[in-house]
């Protein structure tokens, strides 16, 4: 059984590898070889219940998983009729309604397993809302529509099951799994933490530095926050702990930085080709976007990790237990992939084939090193470790399909635009409030990339007819959707960094967002301030950036309530307040916060607050 999973799960890599160098097939068919492909699998390799046997697959799953092959193997053999179907008008077959409805009946099976109920039951209601919206009352009361309507809009077309986040998953983020794969077996990934610890170790709070830094690299290839955790978090708590971190921050601490990796540049995570599909534009757009909010939130933890190591008198590593830096710098050679596949994404290569070679050149890399010299095994592995992790996001990507489909055809989206409207009385800022709210809630029980199109689909027009724009609506959601893994009461990567650091969850969720607090204000602060996205002339993203970086220092020291030395009630406030002030789009309130900042500094060192307590 493993050896007939390892041989299928390198044959899928293998055919997607096949179609980002030779050309992906036409998207609807693409979209469901990839379906087939992932599908079956998840009934062989996820049992239906914790109770379940782990040892053996039950005869019920293996029946599921031949059922599970049969509506792709019907498109695959009957694809040339389907395309040149006219969608609503010509009938649709019995066998085209079976097929359809075993499809949507398998896949929120699969679902539940993979993903969890949640995501499962929105998918099961938004189908049923398309079948019975006419029984609703007011606004959210829709049009009718026949059972075998229904079953063709998510099957026969490309608008549901098969929609373009199905599609992102089937090009985009496979072949970026498989580059990651290949970035792990040629050493890069265990580079990064070299880098971190010879760069950030011995300086005060080194190994939660090495966290921070260590978890932004190794998240902007995974795509995931609790994967992220337990890849870096099983090194780097312990270390913390033992230079005198406690338990609850140092769980905090890797949290943070494992979820920030989902909005760092250059791979991000899946929801990030998603939404450069949404808004139609290169995915470079959408790169450039994030690496100011990305750098702001990865410095302001920064800023506090490093304020909380001098308030409480720690020491970094000593230099004997760190790499060599002359030694890291000489292999840096291996940050050529990465910076390669930066280079082309900037200079408008596609995702799939700037992946395609940063592949190749992640293979090349490995030559230079015995340790990590990818021979044939070492590459098949590479596809294996890579393809492997496909699972949770097509399964969730076609689930959301179902989602977006009902919201397109029973226009459940204007429905929602009214209610937001209502409830904010049209003033932009309290719907932001109310989108954030509904991207945390939707983030604590799906995954990042699920949250984030269920949200879009649903509050990205009414934030667009508001006033902002796509691009800041979109990444607006987006980060919420991502932060919702640190926001309590159901903070996933904080509770996975708690189960490695023996913390309580809670507490180390609750401490998580403190480290986290810019990440809830710079989203804001981006829908007013385009200059947060790039999207300014030089001067307004100049001052945007330096106005983040005062922001995140300044937070830092009200927060932990310490500078240079601890500062009082009055002193925390001012530099709250004007760390919001530096995040102000208004240029001269933007230099006002700027220019207070440096003047409290100038008078704390001074002691000038001293004498009152303040």
């Known amino acids: ?3 007939f999973v390892y041989a299928y799960i390198v044959c899928m890599g293998l055919f997607h590898l096949y179609t980002a160098v030779f050309g992906s097939l036409e998207a609807y068919l693409q979209r469901n070889v990839h379906l087939l492909w992932v599908l079956p699998l998840t009934f062989l390799l996820f049992p239906p219940t914790k109770q379940s046997p782990k040892d053996r697959v039950p ?8 059922f599970a092959t049969l509506p792709g193997l019907y498109v695959i053999f009957n694809y040339e009729s389907i395309i040149y179907r006219m969608i609503q008008v010509d009938p649709v077959s019995m066998a085209q309604i079976v097929m359809g409805t075993l499809l949507v009946v398998l896949l929120l099976e699969g679902t539940r397993r993979v993903v969890g109920l949640p995501l499962a039951i929105i998918g099961a209601l938004f189908a049923l809302y398309m079948y019975f919206g006419h029984y609703m009352p007011g606004i959210f009361k829709a049009y009718p529509f026949s059972f075998d309507r229904i079953i063709e809009h998510f099957y026969l077309t490309d608008e549901g099951i098969f929609s373009s986040p199905l599609g992102i998953s089937a090009t985009y983020v496979m072949i970026f799994l498989i580059f990651g794969g290949f970035l792990e077996k040629s050493g890069t990934g265990a580079y990064f933490m070299e880098l971190a610890e010879a760069f950030a170790g011995h300086s005060p709070g080194g190994p939660a530095k090495i966290s921070v830094l260590s978890s932004a690299f190794f998240g902007s290839i995974s795509g995931s926050a609790v994967a992220n955790v337990y890849a870096t978090g099983a090194f780097t708590i312990p270390l913390m702990k033992r230079t005198g971190y406690s338990p609850t921050f140092a769980g905090a601490v890797e949290a943070v ?35 100011v909010p990305a750098v702001l939130y ?9 304020i909380r190591a001098l308030k409480i008198g720690l020491k970094g590593l000593p230099r004997e237990e760190l790499p060599s830096r002359a030694n890291v710098i000489k292999k840096s050679y291996l940050l050529i992939p990465l910076g390669g596949l930066v280079v082309m994404l900037l200079y408008g290569y596609t995702p799939m084939r700037a992946a395609v070679i940063s592949i190749a050149l992640a293979w090349m890399m490995s030559l230079f090193d015995k340790h990590y010299r990818m021979g044939p095994k070492a590459v098949i592995d590479a596809i294996h470790d890579g393809s492997k992790n496909i699972f949770i996001v097509a399964i969730a990507c076609a ?30 800022f309290l719907a932001l409030l109310l989108v954030m709210a509904l991207s945390i809630i939707l983030g604590m029980g799906l995954p990042t990339t699920a949250a984030y199109i269920v949200a879009s689909a649903l509050t990205v027009p009414a934030l667009v007819k508001l006033g902002f724009t796509a691009l800041a609506a979109n990444m607006f959601v987006f980060y919420f959707a991502v932060i919702s893994n640190i926001t309590p009461p159901v903070a996933l990567a904080a509770y996975a960094a708690s189960s490695l650091a023996g913390a309580n969850p809670d507490k180390t969720g609750f401490q998580a967002m403190r480290l986290g607090i810019l990440a809830f204000i710079v989203p804001f602060a981006f829908c007013y301030d385009g200059g947060l996205l790039l999207q300014g002339n030089a001067v307004s993203s100049i001052l945007a950036l330096l106005g983040g970086l005062f922001s995140a220092v300044a937070l830092g020291c009200s ?3 310490f500078s240079n030395k601890p500062i009082g009630p009055l002193l925390r406030s001012l530099f709250l307040v004007f760390g919001v002030c530096c995040l102000w789009p208004m240029i001269t309130i933007k230099l006002i916060g700027m220019v207070a900042i440096i003047t409290l500094f100038v008078l704390a060192q001074r002691g000038s607050f001293d004498k009152n307590n303040m």
């Not at 599909?277 to 450039?288: D, E, Q, S, T």
């Not at 179902?402 to 459940?412: A, D, E, K, R, W």
């Open 1 to 3: 059984m493993r050896s």
């Open 59 to 66: 005869w019920f799953d293996w029946l599921l998983a031949i």
């Open 257 to 291: 930085a494992s979820t920030g990796g989902q909005i760092m540049p250059p791979i991000m995570g899946a929801g990030a080709f998603i939404m450069a599909a949404f808004l139609g534009v290169p995915y470079r757009n959408i790169m450039i976007a994030a690496f």
């Open 298 to 306: 990865y410095v302001a933890v920064l800023v506090m990790v490093h």
């Open 399 to 428: 689930t959301a399909g179902i989602v977006v489909g009902s919201v397109t055809l029973t226009g459940f989206g204007f429905k929602v635009v009214s209610f937001i409207f209502s409830l904010a009385m049209n003033l932009p």
């Open 559 to 561: 927060l932990e309530g």
